[in-house]
Structures are given as C-alpha cells and as structure tokens.
C-alpha cells in the first residue's frame, strides 16, 4: 500500500489560504488521494479527493503533481473553525472502503 | 439526508465484560466500516461491511467481531473487554465500492475501568 507522508503540524494565519502537502512517492496509477479532517473528538470528515486531475469542491482543491508523487490541499480561506488534523489518504484499489490513516498534520489557524 | 449515526455515544464497561455498538448508516449506503480511535495507535481500520458480507479486515483479535443486516444497519461486538479497548469507535458509510467518499458518524466513546 502506499504510505503517505505529511508534516505533524503547520500554523495559518486566519483568512490567509492553507497550503497542506502531502508525499506519496509510492502511489500506484489506480490509487486514488483522499483528504479527510478531524475536528477535536469528531468523526473524520471527507473534504476532498482525486486521481490524477485537480480537483476543486466548496471546501478546498486538491492540486496533484504531474508524476502523482505529491499533492497539496488548499484551503483558500482559512477560518479559526478549520483548525483541525487533516490526513492525505491513499487508497489501494483492492481493499474496498479501508483508509490507513497516518498521523495527519494538526493545521492551527490563528486570528 | 440525515447523517450516520451511532448508538450509545458514551459507555463504560468492566474488564471482561463484552459489548455491542450500533450504527445506522446514511439511506442508501451499503458499505459500513469500522475504525478504532486511541491517542497511541491513532486510527486503525476494524473491518468493512457490504451488502451483509465482511470485505475487508483490520488487524484486530477475534474479540472484535461485527455483522451487517440487510437493512444495511452494521453492529460491532467486543467481547472479553480489555483496558486497552477503551477507545472513540467509529463507524463510516458509503455507497461502495472504490471512488465513493465514506462519511464518518460521531463516534461511541467506550471506557473500560
């Protein structure tokens, strides 16, 4: 499967936009990228994912790189609410709905 | 749409004893996964449910059991509780298959004392 790897923590400042990266060097070309968060105690939630496209929804886009080796999820305003662990996800096409989390990057956004 | 949800959101059980949590998945949904939450070990993947037939499974002892009904409802079964079971349990649906965001429920808090 492939790993997955991000930086334990980053600041923001509020209503500056938030730029996450995360590697994944060994990705397969049917492995697709998924972003979750979690909020203090809350279940995980989905905010975005791709496959080799960018990818934009309302709540953040998701810009891969060419070789698909890396990727970086932006959050074009950040708010004191988006505060949160945020976790790059590979997911191996052959284990239906399992996501291996890693450690996620805690994001403080500060006023 | 209304959201998972999860039943009890907080227990507190005695060493050995066992325990069943529920989850209710969004309408329409097949696939349920379960996933156990601890500050040491992070999120780990329990197991996955489709269609009333397990998927895939984590790396968890066989006291971690679950099934899944064909109203798509999934519970999971701790038996022989152990301190090191108390954990956020997390329950997550999704239509299936790969592709498709899994949306997470709140979570059951268990403590074992």
């Known amino acids: 499967d492939a790993k997955t790897t991000q930086p334990p923590s980053m600041d923001c400042a509020e209503g500056r936009a938030a730029n996450l990266p995360c590697n994944h060097s060994?990705?397969?070309?049917?492995?697709?990228v998924y972003w979750y968060r979690q909020i203090h105690s809350q279940g995980p939630q989905y905010i975005i994912h791709?496959?080799?496209n960018n990818e934009t929804n309302e709540m953040a886009s998701l810009i891969i790189t060419e070789d698909r080796k890396s990727s970086t999820l932006i959050l074009p305003h950040a708010t004191l609410r988006d505060t949160a662990v945020y976790y790059c996800?590979?997911?191996?096409?052959?284990?239906?709905?399992?996501?291996?989390f890693g450690g996620g990057t805690r994001l403080m956004v500060k006023p | 749409k209304a959201g998972v949800t999860q039943t009890p959101r907080y227990l507190i059980k005695t060493r050995g004893q066992q325990v069943t949590l529920s989850c209710s998945p969004i309408?329409?949904?097949?696939?349920v996964s379960w996933y156990q939450q601890t500050p040491g070990q992070g999120l780990q993947f329990l197991f996955e449910?489709?269609?009333?037939?397990?998927?895939n499974k984590g790396n968890f002892p066989g006291r971690f059991s679950g099934r899944q009904f064909s109203n798509s409802r999934s519970e999971m079964n701790v038996s022989t509780l152990e301190l090191g079971d108390s954990a956020l349990y997390l329950c997550?649906?999704?239509?299936?298959?790969?592709?498709?965001?899994?949306?997470f429920g709140p979570g059951t808090r268990l403590t074992v004392t």
């Open positions: 997550a649906s999704s239509l299936g298959g790969q592709g498709y965001e899994q949306y």
């Open positions: 060994t990705i397969s070309g049917n492995e697709y």
């Open positions: 309408s329409g949904h097949r696939s």
């Open positions: 791709g496959l080799k």
């Open positions: 449910y489709f269609s009333e037939t397990q998927r």
């Open positions: 996800i590979v997911r191996p096409d052959n284990a239906g709905n399992m996501l291996t």
